[in-house]
């Protein structure tokens, strides 16, 4: 069972920046993809920023430019650098890792982003 832990989110105002952080429970050389998913209030959870394991990323159209995603295999963690943040980034912000063995996807329980304007 792979285990994920965010951190970082909080409440910026806008035009600010935030960095949040996964944790993740396994190796990471186990994990193909991480990626970071947002629900925003009212809204279906949106992918925002995925990294496979070559450091290969992509990015949900709302936040190319601003948001850069980064992992470092040997701490285990994922990492989500926020830009240049709005209020419509505000939302929850959530880790997920897909297992290469098997594809599994795991959650994490999620960070709140508040951006105020």
């Known amino acids: 069972q792979v285990q994920l832990v965010e951190s970082g989110g909080g409440l910026v105002p806008a035009g600010g920046s935030l960095r949040l952080s996964c944790t993740v429970s396994?190796?990471?050389?186990?994990?193909?993809?991480m990626g970071w998913y947002r629900r925003a209030p009212g809204k279906q959870r949106e992918m925002v920023a995925q990294?496979?394991?070559?450091?290969?990323?992509d990015y949900g159209d709302s936040v190319k430019g601003r948001f850069f995603t980064s992992r470092d295999n040997v701490k285990n963690t994922v990492n989500l650098q926020m830009n240049s943040l709005t209020p419509e980034d505000t939302g929850v912000y959530y880790c997920?890792?897909?297992?290469?063995?098997?594809?599994?996807?795991?959650w994490g329980q999620g960070t709140q982003v508040t951006v105020s304007s």
């Open positions: 396994v190796r990471m050389s186990t994990i193909n993809i």
């Open positions: 990294i496979n394991m070559i450091g290969s990323t």
């Open positions: 997920n890792a897909r297992a290469r063995i098997n594809d599994s996807g795991f």
